[in-house]
């Protein structure tokens, strides 16, 4: 009697420590490929012209693994379901919230970048509006932390207006540690005043530039301002990933020619403002997840050997998907004019 009770108190263990392993988060994600998505639904150009054939971004899937989705990555046998450090994927001391909040913002300036290349090179004359200085990164172990928050727009410092990072690095660079001096935020479009203090960065942050500051990461906050207006509806999607993409969508909607010509094109790569095209990372899984959407022809990012990576995995996996190289705006344009 006493062993069946032990048996079963020792059975009711072993199940509850199965079910908390499930919620153990282990520090690697796991990375696979996701899928092609068309973009005529999420991108809309007032007036548009038609377009007959499609342009798709590519996702991969990425998610923090338990230690039963790390050991089915790690001992599956698929070479395109990958591990990935978690400090490759966060910031120091980044949470869940804030990572998901850096990706969306990600998303909608490349929205404004890829709105900015293809009205320019549609001839539609689209004007730049520097807003400000965008937090994209709070370092949590500083003493701003429980001030400044990721989303958060800084607009201006003490009586200065701030439009762009070279504004802010000027006016701080007048500070000295251990100075409180005031931001001008916008949040959530509510401005207003906060008191924030330089101090000097811990170590887990310290790299080759001043050593002190707000503790904060920061990119330019930019708006395209164009004539007719384009609309985005792109969910649960972040990233930068996707503006080589979305600016082929919008200015094949702003032309005649109907570029894409029955074809359906994928691809991946940031945008620049200048139309310059960057690497992206995962470019074997979204080269996967592309083939088995059924894309004709997949644009991959000349810079840091992304084409070759990608020509590559096309050729392993034995797909008919044409891979094309580009460093530009204008190449992809000039490879679909053919």
Known sequence: MQKRKFIKWALIIVAILLIALNFYKTPYYVQRPGKAESMSGMIKVKNAYQIDGAY???????????????????YDGNKYTTLVKENQVKMPDENEQDYNLRQENYMSSAQQSAAYVAYRAAGKKPKLLEE??????????MPNAKVLKVGDLIIGMDNHKVTTMEDMDRWIKQKKIGDHFQLTIDRNNQVKKVTVQAAAFPKAYAGT???WGIGIYQDNHVK???????KFNIQNIGGPSAGLMMSLEIYDQLTKQNFSRGRDIAGTGTIALNGDVGPIGGISEKVVGASKSGTDIFFAPVADHEYQTAKKTAKEIGTKMKIVPVNTFSDAVNYLKQ
Not at 132 to 141: A, E, H, K
Request: glycine share 12%.
């Open 56 to 74: 798709r971004l590519v996702y991969i899937y990425l998610g923090q693994a338990n230690i039963y989705q790390y050991l089915l990555a790690k």
């Open 132 to 141: 400000g200085v965008l937090i994209i990164g709070v370092m949590r172990s």
């Open 209 to 211: 530039g001043r050593g």
């Open 224 to 230: 395209a301002e164009v004539t007719p207006p384009v």
